[in-house]
C-alpha cells in the first residue's frame, strides 16, 4: 500500500511540475484568415483608351462656305471611332480629372432646298450634302466614385470638322446665287457637354458609356448629339 501511495504522489507531482513549464512557454500565435480583405478600388492615374459610338444632329450646310445666306438646318447622323488620353486623381469619393480624345466621325446628311437673303430666294434649288468627319475634344471631368464604379460629369472644347458638297439642280450653276464653290471645309469650334458612368473591371481596365452634346460658336451653324462606349487602360500612382 506504501508503495503504491508513493507512485501516485509521484505522477500528481510530475503532473503538476508539466503544468508549470508549459505556462512558462510562449503562446503560439493565432492563425492567419484564409481571405485577405479587399482592397479598395483606387481611379488615379494615367490612362489610354479607345472609343467608339454614334451621334445624330443638325447643321447649316452652306455656313460652312459663307454667312451671307439665311439660316438653314440640316439633319445628319452616323458612327464615331478615336482614341481617348487622359489623368485624374481620387480623394475620398471624388475624383477629378483632364481628358483628350481625338475621333474619326461619319456624320453624314443630305437635304434640297433653295437658299435665300432676308427670306428671299436666291437662284435655283440645289441638293446639299453636310458632314463632320472628325472631331477633338479637350475636357474636364468631375466624378463620384463608389468602389468600383464612377459617375461623371464632362465638359470643355470642342473642334470639328465640317464638310458640305452642293450639287446645283435644273442646270444652274453654284456662282448663280452667289456661292464661289461648290464645296467646301471649316472647323468648327465650339463647346462640348455631357456625363457618363465608368465601370473598372480590373484596377487597370475600365470601360465607360457617355453622352456628349457638341455644339459650334452659334448653335445655328452645328449642334449634336452624341452616345459613346470605351475601354480604358490605367497606369496608377499619380
Known sequence: MMRAGLTLV?????GLAESAAAADLPQRPAAAPVFSPTAVYNWTGIYFGLNGGGGWGHQDPLNVITNRFDDASLKFSGGVAGGTAGAQIQSGHVVLGFEVDLDWAGLKGSATYTPAIL???VGGAIN???KIDWEATARGRVGYA???WLFYATGGLALLGAKTTFNPLLGTSCGTFGIINCSGTDKQ???????GVEYGI???VSAKLEYLYFTA???DISHHSEVRAGLNYRFGGL
Open 10 to 14: 509521484t505522477a500528481i507531482v510530475l
Open 217 to 219: 460658336a452659334s448653335l
Open 146 to 148: 463608389n468602389d468600383n
Open 189 to 195: 469650334v465650339g463647346a462640348v457637354l455631357g456625363g
Open 119 to 121: 427670306g428671299v430666294p
Open 128 to 130: 446639299a450634302t453636310t
Open 202 to 204: 480590373t484596377q487597370n
